[in-house]
Nanobody, 117 residues
Framework: QVQLVESGGGLVQPGGSLRLSCAAS????????MGWYRQAPGKERDWVATITNGGNKNYADSVKGRFTISRDNDRNTVYLQMNSLTPEDTAVYYC???????????WGKGTLVTVSS
């Protein structure tokens, strides 16, 4: 059974930084593409960043240059380093895992990031 648990969210002032973590269990982590999405209040869930099992990274334009996705296959964990945060980054951040074999997609329950002074 796939389990994804996000952590690291919280309240941060504009211009600040946070690092989110997503710990995976029940999967062979190195065989999954990992991603981060976010959902702001009253809005749809949007893609933020993806890192393939080979380490290739892609970012949404809205976070490019500010956010960095990374993974540690030994710890079964994917990270999202978020810098220069703005109130527009306020959202629940979700981690997902997609199998490279069958495309099976799993989601975590999310962690709330609030950017406010």
């Amino acid at each position: 059974q796939v389990q994804l648990v996000e952590s690291g969210g919280g309240l941060v002032q504009p211009g600040g930084s946070l690092r989110l973590s997503c710990a995976a269990s029940g999967i062979i982590f190195s065989r999954y593409v990992m991603g981060w999405y976010r959902q702001a209040p009253g809005k749809e869930r949007d893609w933020v960043a993806t890192i393939t099992n080979g380490g290739n990274k892609n970012y949404a334009d809205s976070v490019k240059g500010r956010f960095t996705i990374s993974r540690d296959n030994d710890r079964n964990t994917v990270y999202l380093q978020m810098n220069s945060l703005t109130p527009e980054d306020t959202a629940v951040y979700y981690c997902n895992a997609r199998s490279i074999f069958n495309g099976l997609l799993s989601w975590g329950k999310g962690t709330l990031v609030t950017v406010s002074s």
